[in-house]
């Protein structure tokens, strides 16, 4: 499978990357950070965002291994998939 068609389906079928990134102790901006660096935080701030950023690898990572049970269970099992549609 080509990997553009696996984003497509992490995006659309699972919500993969429709994790909200921002933490509230951070300063609102009106559009994305070019530069984000993470010295110019305090440590309480720094470990937020390092915690944050593993939560969210952790979230893909759950949806694309999801997605891989998805397809294993269509190739599998296509009469029972099938079967319950209308």
Same mark, same amino acid.
């Given at each position: 499978?080509?990997?553009?068609?696996?984003?497509?389906?992490?995006?659309?079928?699972? *919500?993969?990357?429709?994790?909200?990134?921002?933490?509230?102790?951070?300063?609102? &901006?009106?559009?994305?950070?070019?530069? &984000?660096?993470?010295?110019?935080?305090?440590?309480?701030?720094?470990?937020?965002?390092?915690?944050?950023?593993?939560?969210?690898?952790?979230?893909?990572? &759950?949806?694309?291994?999801?997605? *891989?049970?998805?397809?294993?269970?269509?190739?599998?099992?296509?009469? *029972?998939?099938?079967?319950?549609?209308?």
């Amino acid at each position: 499978m080509k990997i553009e068609v696996t984003f497509r389906q992490l995006v659309h079928l699972l *919500g993969s990357f429709a994790y909200r990134f921002w933490l509230k102790s951070l300063p609102t &901006l009106p559009t994305w950070p070019s530069n &984000l660096i993470l010295s110019d935080y305090p440590q309480a701030v720094q470990t937020q965002i390092l915690n944050k950023v593993e939560a969210f690898e952790r979230f893909v990572n &759950l949806n694309a291994i999801a997605l *891989g049970l998805l397809q294993i269970l269509a190739l599998e099992l296509p009469q *029972g998939i099938w079967a319950n549609f209308p």
